[in-house]
C-alpha cells in the first residue's frame, strides 16, 4: 500500500505543507498559509532591524494548511499518511515557561514582541554579538566560534538571547528557558514540550548555539557567564543531545492528531532549518553548492567526515556533523539579503504610486486598489526586461549587497548597502541591473571563500523563488561565479525535503540519501557562464571588492 508523508515548511511570509507520494515524490496536494499578523506588520520595526512573529501565526498555519490537505486529498489517502517533519527559519528563538509554552501564549505577553520569536533576520543583537566574539577570543580558553566560522553573527541563538534580557526584565523573570522554532513545533504536536528532555535540532543546535560534540554539548557555564552574568544557569536549562532530521521524536497526540484531521500513528521526524531540508530536497550532493535562493540565501556543502578531517572553514555559518546529511558535514554560508533586496526596490519605487494615488480625486477607491495591484505586479518584470539590455558595466553604477548587514563571509551585520557611480543618467533598470549584480557579487565572495579555505566545489544546484522566476538572475550568479548552475525541479525544494525526512523517520527508507534517490524531482534547467560575459564581470568584481573595503572601514571607524 502506498505511503504518504507531510513536509511543512515554515518560511519567512507564510508556511507551506505538502503531501508526498514516498515511492516516487509525487506532490499529491499543498496548501499555503501567509501569517496575518506578519503580513499587517506587527511586531516589526524594520528600520531598526527588529521583526518578530507572533507562535499563534505558526500554530493558525499549521493546523490550516494540514486541514485542507486532508480535506482534498483524493480518497483513501490521508489514512495512510506516516510521518510528518518541519522545517523552519533559523535562528528563530523564543523564550519559554517550565512547560515549553511561549511566553507570547501567556496572560500579560501577548502583545510583548520580547516574548515572541525572534525572526532569523532581527539584527537587534549586533552588540551582543560582538562581545560573544571578544569573550570567545579573550577569555583564555577554547574559543567556542571555531566551528562557527570563527564570527558569531547577531542573527544566532545566543545573541538573541542575551539582547532580549538585557532589554525586557519582564521576560527574563519569566523565561525558564530557549527553544528554536524548528523544535517547538514537532515538540508541539507529540505532547514533548519539557524543555528539559525536549528533542533538539542538530542542524539548529550546531550552526546557531555553539554546540558541538567535541565540546560534550554546549559551551560551560563560565564561558556564558563571563559574556554576562545574566546568561547563568540558562545553559543548564537547555541541552546536551542533539538530534538529526532522520531521527523520530514520536508520534502526534491524540489532541493534535483530532486538530489537523489524521491518526494518532502518525511518526514526527526531528525539525531542522528550512535551507537545510531545502538542500536535501533538491538532491544535494558531496561538494556540490546547494543555493536557497529566496529573500535570503542559504548556501550549503556536504562532505564526507574523512575527507574534510580537522579542517576549519573560517567566515562561514558552522560545519556541523549530521546537519544537512546525516553522516556528513554540512556547512552552511549565506547572504543576508538577496531577494529582499529587489523587493526593497520595488517598494522604494512604489512609494509615491502609492501615496499620490491615496491622494487622488480622479479615480474611485476600487480603481485605485486594482491600479496599485496591477503596477506592485509589473515593477519586477519590466525592471528585468529593461535591466537585461543595458550592457555590462555601461552604466557605471555599482551597489554592494550589504541592506541586511553581511552574513558570508565574516558575519558583519553593522555593515549597511551602497549605491556608487550615479549620475543624472542613472535610471531604475540601469541602478536595478547594479543590485541584481551585487546580489551575484556576493554569491561569489562565499564560492571564493570555501575554494580558498580548501573545499572545492564540483557544481551548483539552485532552488527556491529566485531561481525558478528569474532567468536573467540566474544567467547573472552564473556569469559572476564562472559555473554552470542546476535549478531544481521541484517547486517547494524545502517542504519536499521535510517530507523525504519523514520518510526516514517514519521508516519508510533506511536513509536521506535512499529517499532522495526514490523521491527526487531532479533538475529541469542549467545555466552555463557566457565566456564574453565572466571577462566583463571579472573587473566589476574587482571593483565592488575594492569599494566593499574602504566602505566597510568607514563604517566601522563610525561605529
Not at 517547486?491 to 519508510?508: F, K
Request: hydrophobic letters at 40%; one cysteine or more; charged letters at 25%.
Amino acid at each position: 500500500m502506498t505511503k504518504y508523508t507531510l513536509g511543512v515548511d515554515y518560511g519567512t511570509d507564510s508556511v507551506r505543507t505538502v503531501l508526498v507520494d514516498t515511492s516516487d515524490g509525487t506532490e499529491i496536494a499543498s496548501s499555503v498559509f501567509y501569517y496575518p499578523r506578519w503580513k499587517e506588520g506587527k511586531y516589526c520595526l524594520p528600520a531598526k532591524n527588529l521583526f518578530r512573529q507572533h507562535p499563534l501565526d505558526y500554530i493558525e498555519g499549521l493546523e490550516k494548511t494540514i486541514k485542507d490537505i486532508v480535506a482534498n486529498a483524493p480518497s483513501g489517502v490521508a489514512e495512510n499518511i506516516v510521518a510528518i517533519s518541519v522545517d523552519t527559519t533559523g535562528s528563530t528563538p523564543v523564550a519559554v515557561d517550565k512547560t515549553g509554552t511561549p511566553l507570547s501564549l501567556l496572560h500579560g505577553f501577548a502583545e510583548n514582541p520580547n516574548a515572541m520569536f525572534v525572526l532569523w533576520k532581527d539584527h537587534t543583537a549586533t552588540a551582543e554579538a560582538d562581545e560573544i566574539n571578544i569573550v570567545a577570543r579573550t577569555w583564555g580558553g577554547v574559543d567556542y566560534t571555531k566551528f562557527e566560522g570563527g564570527i558569531y553573527s547577531s542573527e544566532w541563538f545566543w545573541a538573541k538571547v542575551l539582547h532580549v534580557i538585557r532589554h525586557d526584565e519582564e521576560v527574563r523573570d519569566a523565561a525558564f528557558s530557549w527553544v528554536e522554532h524548528c523544535d517547538w513545533i514537532p515538540a508541539l504536536i507529540t505532547g514533548t514540550t519539557d524543555p528539559l528532555t525536549m528533542k533538539r535540532s542538530r542542524c539548529a543546535a550546531g550552526h546557531k548555539a555553539m554546540w558541538h560534540k567535541d565540546f560534550g554539548g554546549l559551551p560551560p557555564e563560565e564561558f556564558f557567564v563571563k559574556i554576562d552574568p545574566l546568561l547563568a544557569g540558562f545553559r543548564n536549562r537547555l541541552f546536551a543531545e542533539t538530534y538529526t532530521c532522520d531521527v523520530s521524536i514520536g508520534k502526534l497526540t491524540s489532541e493534535w492528531a483530532k486538530r489537523l484531521g489524521l491518526n494518532d500513528n502518525v511518526v514526527v521526524g526531528a525539525g531542522a532549518f528550512d535551507a537545510h531540508l531545502g538542500a536535501i530536497g533538491g538532491e544535494i550532493k558531496p561538494y556540490y553548492l546547494s543555493k536557497v535562493m529566496g529573500t535570503s540565501t542559504c548556501d550549503m556543502i556536504i562532505a564526507p567526515m574523512e575527507e574534510v578531517g580537522d579542517k576549519l572553514v573560517h567566515g562561514i555559518c558552522g560545519q556541523v556533523d549530521g546537519s544537512i546529511v546525516p553522516g556528513m558535514l554540512g556547512l552552511e554560508a549565506g547572504q543576508s539579503a538577496f531577494g529582499d533586496i529587489y523587493a526593497w526596490f520595488k517598494n522604494l519605487l512604489m512609494w509615491p504610486v502609492e501615496s499620490l494615488l491615496a491622494e487622488s480625486t480622479l479615480v474611485d477607491e476600487s480603481t485605485r486598489e486594482r491600479l496599485i495591484e496591477e503596477i506592485s505586479g509589473k515593477i519586477i518584470p519590466k525592471l528585468t526586461a529593461e535591466a537585461e539590455k543595458v550592457p555590462i558595466g555601461e552604466s557605471g553604477v555599482l551597489a554592494l549587497d550589504w541592506m541586511n548587514g553581511r552574513r558570508t563571509p565574516d558575519a558583519n551585520q553593522v555593515l549597511k548597502g551602497a549605491i556608487l557611480g550615479l549620475n543624472l543618467g542613472s535610471d531604475a533598470p540601469r541602478i536595478f541591473r547594479a543590485l541584481i549584480e551585487s546580489t551575484a557579487f556576493g554569491a561569489k565572495k562565499i564560492v571564493d571563500r570555501f575554494i580558498s579555505e580548501g573545499i572545492p566545489i564540483e557544481g551548483i544546484i539552485a532552488l527556491g523563488g529566485v531561481a525558478k522566476k528569474s532567468p536573467f538572475i540566474m544567467q547573472v550568479v552564473a556569469d559572476v561565479i564562472n559555473k554552470p548552475i542546476l535549478v531544481a525541479r521541484s517547486e517547494q525544494a524545502c517542504a519536499l525535503g521535510s517530507a523525504m525526512a519523514a520518510a526516514v523517520a517514519g521508516g519508510v527508507y533506511t536513509d536521506v540519501l535512499e529517499a532522495q534517490k526514490h523521491m527526487g524531482g531532479g533538475y529541469e534547467t542549467e545555466y552555463h557562464p557566457i565566456p564574453e560575459n565572466v571577462q566583463k564581470y571579472k573587473a566589476l568584481y574587482e571593483d565592488y571588492s575594492r569599494y566593499g573595503e574602504v566602505i566597510e572601514k568607514e563604517i566601522m571607524k563610525a561605529v
